[in-house]
């Protein structure tokens, strides 16, 4: 199969990489010259285990390219994927497509016999209908089919998640479209994954709807957290005796500072829009973004009490600032409310975070940046885990005593053990774990 993937932002060079590993060919489509030349130097523009390997051994074996030049890529396709992004338009919240459908645009006069277009970016439901007009109505001559195929990869994660997903959506009632996406995935029915063929609606608010429901599973644990403090329960334990259950699963269900990411606020924020528009009320995720939202300044106040209820004139030192683990990407991570909280407050942030403080000095330029996690605690007042970075869970308990002025920790991602933190001298908190 001959592949044309537009965009390579995250979703769009993962996918790209693996369908190339699968043995297709594929070139990857980029406006961003900068970014083209710099994937032809192979320096890879995100930071995601294992992909630069990944692009390396599918460029030297001719499978994969990359370019600026978006005709001929597409006259050559057997299948079109647009992987551009659908931000949060600027001021109500709705996903904005103008990338989308300038790229709808730019395909349709490219087009050269059958071709599927397929949406992988995340869009509202009816996107796949719009890009189809579009595209009959710049080429009315286009032998095409326009499917939606939604992407479910995490970040830190992706290529995994890419090659062993739990599903695959195929949102299309054509079958010369289901068959041509039905022959890309082929290799993956090795693993065992499901190929699910559906309407192309359906297939757009699949994506949605997983994303809001995950979300609400992390509020809904992050509120029963907040109840486990207050009654004498381990939240981790509940959240063991629940998951346990085959009916609700285990994953997710790890209490926190309120997520964050490219994805769950954005999605969310979106679905809700949509259900708007078609007169519906969303109370639940509607309720999940608020709770989500008040979360993250409630996590500043949570170290403030820990360290005397004041943090006026107080060094703050902060471990992990991208949004999760093993990024460095800093798209609405919790770390810039609590951080901002903490400023708000009166409080010195100094930080720490193994990838992400190239991107986190955009957000967060106000504070002191730290190299090693031992610099940023000496002589601080209290330590703060807002990014559960595994390095962070082997830090030696009582070097970080002796660095710190106070040997006052608040771990947000529930790293240590309590008993450990107390057996060590540390006035500790974590998340939904009495302290
Ligand atoms: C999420 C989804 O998990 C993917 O399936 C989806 O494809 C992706 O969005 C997307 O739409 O592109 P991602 O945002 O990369 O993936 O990362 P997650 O691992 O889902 O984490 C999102 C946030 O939730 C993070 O802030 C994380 O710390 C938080 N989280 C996650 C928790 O607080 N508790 C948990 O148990 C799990």
């Known amino acids: 199969m001959r592949i044309a993937m537009i965009g390579t932002g995250y979703v769009g060079l993962v996918s790209g990489a693996c369908f190339a590993d699968f043995g297709h060919h594929v070139t990857c489509v980029d406006k961003d010259a900068g970014k083209i030349a710099a994937l032809h130097r192979g320096e890879i523009p995100i930071f995601e285990p294992g992909l630069d390997a990944l692009v390396a051994n599918n460029v030297k074996a001719k499978r ?78 286009a032998d095409v089919v326009v499917a939606s195929n939604p992407e479910f990869l995490r970040e830190g994660a992706a290529i995994r998640d890419f090659k062993f997903p739990d599903r695959i959506v195929v949102g299309t009632s054509d079958e010369r479209g289901r068959k041509v996406l039905g022959d890309i995935y082929r290799p993956l029915s090795l693993n065992q994954a499901p190929l699910m063929y559906t309407a192309r609606r359906t297939a757009e608010l699949i994506k949605y709807a997983a994303n809001a429901f995950l979300a609400t599973k992390i ?131 100094r930080a720490h975070d193994p990838v992400g403080m190239e991107q986190a000095r955009k957000e967060l330029p106000e504070i002191e940046y730290c190299d090693d996690p031992y610099d940023c605690v000496r002589g601080a007042d209290a330590m703060v885990v807002v990014t559960e970075w595994v390095q962070y869970r082997t830090l030696d308990l009582e070097r970080l005593k002796a660095e710190l002025k106070q040997p006052v920790v608040i771990d947000l991602r529930n790293i240590y053990r309590p008993e450990d933190m107390a057996a060590h001298g540390f006035a500790y908190d974590s998340v939904g774990r009495a302290p």
Do not use: W
Not at 101 to 123: D, N
Not at 126 to 141: K, S, Y
Not at 258 to 272: E, M, Q, Y
Not at 309 to 337: C, Q
């Open 64 to 141: 994969l390219e990359f370019t600026t030049e978006l005709a001929p890529a597409v006259a050559d396709a057997d299948a079109v994927f647009i992987a551009v992004g659908t931000p949060s338009r600027r001021g109500d919240g709705h996903a904005d497509l103008t990338y989308v459908y300038g790229a709808a645009r730019e395909i349709a006069a490219a087009l050269k016999g059958f071709t599927v277009v397929v949406t992988k970016s995340t869009v509202p439901v009816g996107t796949g209908d719009e890009v189809e007009r579009l595209i009959h109505e710049a080429n009315p001559q």
């Open 219 to 349: 509020t809904f644990i992050n509120e029963i957290a907040d109840l486990s403090e207050k009654v004498g329960a381990d939240v981790q334990e509940v959240a063991r005796g629940i998951g346990l259950d085959n009916r609700i699963g285990s994953k997710f269900l790890h209490a926190g500072p309120g997520f964050g990411g490219s994805c769950f606020p954005k999605d969310t924020r979106a679905l809700v829009k949509i259900a708007q528009d078609h007169d519906v009320q969303l109370r639940i995720v509607e309720a999940v973004l608020g709770v989500n939202d008040n979360r993250k300044r409630a996590m500043a106040r949570k170290v403030a009490s820990l360290s005397g209820g004041n943090l006026r004139g107080k060094t703050v030192a902060v471990l992990g600032l991208t949004f999760k683990p093993d990024t460095d990407d800093m798209r609405e991570a919790p770390s810039i409310p609590i951080v901002t909280g903490l400023l708000d407050m009166g409080a010195r942030v």
